[in-house]
């Protein structure tokens, strides 16, 4: 199974602040997806990268794919109370065992 | 349509007793996933069937028995539970198993072993 380190694992910040969170691997990935999720409810996806330094945007939301395709980043700009959630990052196409989560980033948003 | 749905929401049952977790999903996938995930901790890897095949079995214990009677429905039948069992199940589905492709999950089943 392909290892996806992800950093850091939690963080509390103020509201207004920015923040990123990284995905790492030693493997390399056909794609990466990044998903948000509540207590109690399922990941919602929010972003797949698929070429290497690609860069994409969901509003306050900055998502890059490496160059290798072996690493992501998250970065948020002024957070928001309600950008509180796990935030996970998910390789595919990385080889047999299909889909490999990060340990997720626990982020809460203090008003 | 990128919804995966999955019953029941909640379900409490006894050590002794058989259940059943259900998913589905019209996308057209060909990939459906059992993942188990415990309160703070990223969702863990349980089944993979890949057109309808059981594909991968992360070393689950054989009370937890997977089943995907068509390329649109994925069970997970539950006999004998341990109270450590209690958690949020979590169904996936995307293209395939493998290569470049998104994957969908449902809201889960939140699932209490008494």
């Known amino acids: 199974t392909q290892l996806l380190e992800q950093s850091p694992q939690f963080l509390s910040i103020q509201e207004g602040e920015n923040l990123t969170v990284y995905c790492n691997s030693s493997?390399?990935?056909?794609?990466l997806q990044w998903y948000r999720q509540e207590p109690g409810e399922g990941p919602v996806l929010l972003v797949t990268v698929v070429t290497g330094g690609e860069v994409k945007k969901l509003k306050r939301l900055t998502f890059q794919f490496g160059d290798a395709r072996k690493d992501s980043s998250l970065h948020i700009t002024a957070a928001q109370p309600g950008d509180t959630g796990l935030y996970l990052c998910?390789?595919?196409?990385?080889?047999?065992?299909?889909?490999?989560f990060g340990k997720g980033t626990h982020l809460i948003i203090q008003p | 349509d990128t919804e995966v749905t999955q019953t029941p929401k909640h379900l409490v049952m006894g050590m002794t007793n058989k259940k059943s977790l259900k998913c589905e999903q019209h996308?057209?996938?060909?990939?459906m996933y059992w993942y188990k995930q415990k309160a703070k901790k990223p969702p863990e890897l349980m089944f993979v069937y890949s057109y309808e095949k059981l594909s991968i079995n992360e070393s689950v214990p054989s009370r937890f028995s997977p089943e995907c009677p068509n390329s649109s429905l994925l069970n997970l039948h539950l006999h004998a539970l341990q109270p450590e069992d209690s958690a949020l199940y979590l169904c996936?589905?995307?293209?395939?198993?493998?290569?470049?492709?998104?994957?969908?999950f449902g809201q889960g089943t939140r699932l209490t072993v008494v």
């Open positions: 493997s390399v990935f056909s794609s």
């Open positions: 996936a589905s995307s293209q395939d198993g493998r290569g470049s492709t998104e994957a969908f």
């Open positions: 996308m057209g996938h060909r990939a």
């Open positions: 998910l390789g595919s196409g990385g080889g047999a065992d299909g889909l490999t």
